[in-house]
């Protein structure tokens, strides 16, 4: 198919949303970005135009069901929602808008679904994978805070500050925050992924995250095979693209721009 600059993709049931920035995946490389669990297309802001600019490869953005102008998603979500989300809805993306060769870029959610992509599917066009605060198990850490945010959002200001991105605002929350204080949730553990990834990998994470330890980022240097670049961002909670940008796009520019390089794919771009 020919991609617009923003359109819809029927993938199964659903229309989801996305964004087409630079070249096409037919003529040049592209980044895949897979948005955090309360994210959307729109929620990236102007991160996928920036990095667009740094790496010279095409940047493809798209909301999962239930986000963003997506269709919603049937709920309660199973348990297993982001291995469905990477290993049956992804695939389908990938192949519809004709991806070639590039990363899969994901933050929070987003990246346990890059994750268990490249660890289950041994896909020759992901040349890397590129996570912001990934989770790869659950912390009682990271449950406490979902719940401290699932009070605002029902007493507080959160609610329509998301209403902004998303235009069922309650299947988005509701989504996530169901599955993720669920009790049964918490053996929910997808370490094993790692050791399957056959790619470099990249993990920045902001230092005060208020969703996830530090102890991913072991989990990952002491699971992967292939090589763990890392970055931590002082003064950054769990959104580093949007708190520290210029830190995280140095860090995502130079990893994209070291790894499509060596694959002689023409990536020019210098992070600003």
């Not at 993720?180 to 370490?191: A, E, V």
Request: with cysteine; net charge negative.
């Amino acid at each position: 198919m020919t991609l617009q600059p923003s359109g819809t993709l029927r993938i199964g049931d659903s229309e989801l949303e996305y964004r087409m920035i630079g070249p096409a995946p037919d003529t040049a490389p592209t980044i895949v970005m897979l948005h955090e669990g309360l994210g959307s297309v729109g929620l990236w802001g102007d991160f996928p135009e920036r990095l667009q600019a740094a790496t010279g490869a095409g940047v493809f953005v798209y909301s999962r069901a239930g986000y963003g102008m997506s269709s919603p998603a049937k709920l309660p979500r199973p348990y297993d929602f982001m291995e469905i989300e990477a290993l049956d809805v992804l695939p389908e993306v990938l192949d519809a808008i004709g991806f070639r060769r590039g990363l899969l870029f994901g933050h929070s959610d987003g990246a346990s679904i890059a994750t268990i992509y490249a660890g289950g599917v041994q896909d020759h066009r992901v040349r890397g994978v590129l996570l912001i605060a990934p989770h790869f198990m659950v912390e009682d850490f990271g449950q406490a805070s979902i719940a401290k945010t699932t009070e605002n959002y029902d007493t507080g200001d959160l609610k329509p500050k998301l209403a902004r991105w998303h235009k069922d605002v309650d299947n988005a929350f509701r989504g996530w925050s169901d599955v993720w204080l669920d009790p049964k949730f918490h053996d929910w553990d997808i370490s094993e992924s790692l050791a399957y990834v056959r790619v470099p990998v990249a993990i920045i994470q902001g230092a005060d995250d208020q969703y996830g330890t530090l102890r991913h980022i072991e989990i990952a240097e002491t699971e992967c095979y292939c090589p763990v670049d890392v970055t931590i961002v002082p003064g950054a909670s769990h959104s580093p693209h949007r708190e520290k940008p210029d830190v995280t796009l140095a860090a995502a520019a130079d990893f994209a721009n070291r790894l499509l390089s060596t694959h002689g794919e023409g990536v020019l771009g210098q992070a600003a």
